[in-house]
């Protein structure tokens, strides 16, 4: 049998030695972090290998084998988290303090959080249930808040090899609740938007302050971006948006319910677009969205620049094409003096299949142990290490299993980063259950 709650404890404790390490990226760092999941797989007779991708940046691997006559699933996490500034925190982000129920600090969420609760679930597994059907590979990541070139992008590159799994599950989605009302929704993410970076570098001619003239790249780019933020794009219900709000629509009183379940018609959704695009989340899985985030020019006081450059962070829904949307963006522009450089361009964005044996499993697991929950698939407005293994035809599944309200949502990048020991628990309780049904013969 069992004993939920010692595992829970343990799971909180090693959880606040893990917020300890500041794995921060940038610069980016996952030597003592690697160490120190290194130990503990070590420690519970999981095999461990590491990689070094660049100076001190360590991915890590450990399995555990089944017979081989199924495909590995890979549960994916990653070792590095975003900057945090302790002035605004009511605690300290690296103090692994456990208090009010709750073990806080930058990454309980994002995602070290995950990763315990994986390794967790790995050893009950290891523990429980010798005769398993496949390997289970752990990849505890480096860099994924700066891309993952020294991460996922890496390690696919250079040890496909090791993983080739059937399934990954990965972060994206959440257990949400008072967010789309009391009843808890598991948002799995089966698809993501694209991000297609560009700079626009403006092209004048110097000169004198004093004297102006139509040739100051500043005003040129002003013009270019004056005219690039009218790019308004129509809001519109993606395939898998659709089917998220009808899933919640059962869950809804009539009229929300009929509105949620029917908004291909174009009359409704003209209707509720307002009220659902007025969360910003929302508003972002149902357009193309863009903005400026970087902006230079200029050195000195009294001199014209010749140059001037500006950053754009554009977020395509997955079935666009990219270079469509280029060429209207050029066409907007309509000016030689600015040229339009690609920084980062998407691949193909693919949709994970939801009849597959993993996400139904999946919808099972979390329909039994949280009964009055609902799961639904989503298109995450974010970008997660998943699109690099759907490019290798990999399907991949993001969920932090756990409900998580609207207070420990606002920390993911945000203050107070945090976890309730009772979602430690639901977590291991769910990545376990799902593991057991998926590797062994029941
Ligand atoms: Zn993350």
């Not at 013009?223 to 129509?234: C, D, G, I, M, P």
């Not at 629509?249 to 949620?260: A, R, V």
């Not at 659902?276 to 050195?299: F, H, N």
């Not at 044996?357 to 639904?376: C, D, H, N, R």
Request: net charge negative; hydrophobic share 40%; with cysteine.
């Amino acid at each position: 049998m069992i004993n939920w709650n010692t595992i829970t404890d343990e799971a909180a404790q090693i959880l606040s030695d893990y917020l300890k390490i500041q794995s921060l990226n940038p610069p980016g760092d996952e030597r003592e972090t690697a160490e120190f999941l290194s130990n503990l797989l070590s420690e519970r007779g999981l095999k461990v290998k590491t990689y070094t991708s660049a100076p001190n940046r360590i991915n890590l691997l450990a399995r555990l084998p089944g017979d081989g006559s199924k495909k590995p699933i890979l549960l994916y996490n990653h070792m590095d988290v975003v900057e945090a500034n302790p002035e605004f925190w009511s605690c300290d982000p690296f103090g692994g303090e456990i208090r009010d129920g709750y073990v806080w600090g930058r990454g309980a969420i994002d995602m070290k959080g995950m990763g315990i609760m994986q390794l967790l679930a790995l050893e009950l597994l290891q523990r429980y249930h010798p005769e398993r059907t496949r390997d289970i590979i752990f990849f505890a990541a480096a860099d994924e808040e700066k891309g993952g070139a020294h991460g996922t992008q890496w390690m696919i590159e250079n040890h496909w090899s090791e993983i080739e799994a059937e399934y990954i599950w990965d972060e994206g989605g959440f257990g949400l609740q008072d967010f789309f009302g009391p009843t808890p929704v598991f948002t799995v993410a089966v698809t993501e938007k694209k991000d297609l970076w560009l700079k626009l570098i403006a092209h004048g001619d110097p000169g004198h302050s004093g004297m102006p003239h139509d040739s100051n790249a500043a005003n040129i780019l002003l013009k270019a971006l004056n005219q690039v933020l009218k790019l308004n794009a129509k809001y519109e219900v993606h395939p898998v948006t659709k089917m998220m709000f009808a899933e919640i629509g059962n869950i809804m009183t009539f009229p929300k319910s009929f509105l949620l379940k029917n908004l291909q018609n174009s009359i409704i959704f003209r209707l509720i677009q307002p009220v659902l695009t007025s969360d910003p989340t929302i508003a972002a899985t149902m357009k193309d969205t863009l903005s400026i985030t970087v902006l230079r020019a200029g050195s000195k006081e009294n001199v014209i620049p010749d140059r001037a450059e500006a950053t754009l962070d554009i977020r395509l829904l997955p079935d666009r094409d990219p270079a469509v949307f280029l060429k209207k963006l050029k066409k907007l522009i309509d000016d030689e003096r600015v040229e339009i450089d690609i920084v980062q361009y998407p691949e193909e964005a693919t949709i994970s299949d939801m009849n597959s044996e993993f996400y139904q499993t999946l919808g099972g697991v979390l329909k039994e142990l949280v009964p009055e929950s609902i799961t639904a698939p989503m298109l995450t407005p974010g970008t997660t290490d998943s699109c690099f293994f759907r490019r290798k035809g990999v399907n991949c599944y993001g969920l932090f299993p756990a409900i998580i309200d609207p207070g420990e949502l606002a920390g993911f990048h945000g203050i107070d980063e945090r976890i309730s020991v009772e979602n430690l628990r639901l977590g291991i309780q769910i990545t376990y259950e799902v593991l057991r049904r998926m590797c062994t013969q029941q």
